[in-house]
């Protein structure tokens, strides 16, 4: 049974925009799906209408066994995870992490043992007796996801929770909050604007834009075959190499140069993607590029320069030699992405 569906769920605020477009997916008991997408494609609505925060214009929402459309957010039994912590700046890290069990009537001796078990979990036993402002940023984190945790919700939801650390943080907090989701195994939400986020954290990726689902896959799936270009640029530093390229002579052709053997006869014009890493400099190579600059990037390094007259990027190693001018390489086997240019949609 699917923990969390949808059904044609939309979104249309009452300023005429509409914010999400129909949508339909189900996320299954204990997975860990991402939401993610450039600022503005609708991402926080969606969670915010799975939330209750938000009304929804259009279709059905299921969490568990109950359609919640009209359930009040306080009786889906989910638990948020905000952005800006939302924390009580006058009480403890051991009253925030219980306030909401309080204001529920638990018993104050089973809202102890709850605080104690989280805190434990969340390595926050040395701060229980401090108040938000005697934290750092990812302490405080943490306590918003113990407030979380207390809850024993169905359902975690969490908006851009880490968007305010600083980067080294945010990495650490990632692994956190992705091994604590496997420890509890709660089905969780996660909106991202940050490709490396959903990369890193879901289980399965759900990629928005401009109110539309993308896609939806596994991160390999997205990463490896993108549904559309969008996909293909938005998910991957550097994105995938996205060229202007033709059927011709039984071959894809970028410029004068064949990328890929297809069955003869196919003529017009096709949208060829390539990543970066996926170019393998050989001096006895097929494609010839022309790079005009090396990025230094430490453990890497990226080639920028040109093939078949049409802008490329190639991601070589740190010990591979710095090549600017005529370099010669190969494509690793399966590797090239096809799109029908126009509605930019993989073939
Ligand atoms: P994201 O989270 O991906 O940045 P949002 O879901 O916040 O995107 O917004 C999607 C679209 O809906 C945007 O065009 C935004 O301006 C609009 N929007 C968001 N909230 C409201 C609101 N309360 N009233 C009207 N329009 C809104």
């Given at each position: 049974m699917a923990q969390v569906s949808l059904s044609n769920i939309a979104k249309v605020y009452?300023?005429?925009?509409?914010?999400?477009?129909p949508a339909s997916f189900d996320i299954p008991d204990g997975e860990f799906v991402v939401l993610v997408?450039?600022?503005?494609?609708?991402k926080s609505t969606m969670l915010r209408m799975i939330a209750g925060l938000e009304e929804i214009s259009e279709g059905t929402l299921v969490i568990g066994d109950r359609i919640?459309?009209?359930?009040?957010p306080a009786d889906r039994d989910i638990a948020m995870v905000f952005q800006n912590y939302a924390l009580y700046p006058h009480m403890t890290v051991r009253k925030n992490i219980g306030y909401g069990l309080k204001n529920r009537k638990i018993p104050a001796a089973v809202i102890d043992e709850k605080v104690k078990a989280a805190s434990a979990m969340l390595n926050l036993d040395d701060y229980?007796?401090?108040?938000?402002?005697?934290?750092s940023g990812g302490q405080r984190q943490r306590v918003a996801m113990g407030r979380a945790i207390?809850?024993?919700?169905?359902l975690f939801l969490f908006d851009e929770?880490?968007?305010?650390?600083d980067a080294k943080l945010r990495n650490q907090m990632r692994i956190e909050i992705k091994a604590l989701q496997r420890r509890l195994g709660v089905t969780s939400v996660y909106v991202t604007h940050d490709q490396v986020e959903a990369m890193t954290m879901a289980d399965r990726i759900i990629v928005m834009n401009a109110g539309r689902i993308e896609q939806i896959g596994t991160p390999a799936e997205v990463y490896n075959t993108p549904a559309t270009t969008f996909v293909a640029s938005f998910m991957g530093a550097p994105p995938m190499n996205l060229m202007e390229g033709r059927f011709e002579g039984g071959a894809v052709r970028v410029g004068d140069v064949a990328v890929m053997a297809v069955p003869s006869g196919q003529t017009g014009k096709v949208t060829v993607g390539i990543r970066p890493e996926d170019i393998v400099p050989d001096a006895n190579g097929p494609l010839e590029l022309d790079i005009a600059l090396v990025e230094e990037l430490g453990a890497h390094r990226l080639l920028h320069g040109a093939i078949g007259g049409q802008q490329i990027s190639v991601h070589v190693g740190k010990d591979s030699p710095v090549f600017t001018g005529a370099l010669r390489a190969t494509l690793k086997p399966n590797v090239v992405s096809l799109f029908a240019t126009g509605t930019g949609h993989r073939l």
């Open positions: 009452p300023t005429g925009i509409q914010a999400v477009q997408g450039p600022s503005g494609c609708g919640v459309n009209d359930v009040d229980l007796d401090r108040k938000p402002s005697q934290l207390v809850r024993d919700p169905t929770p880490l968007s305010n650390l």
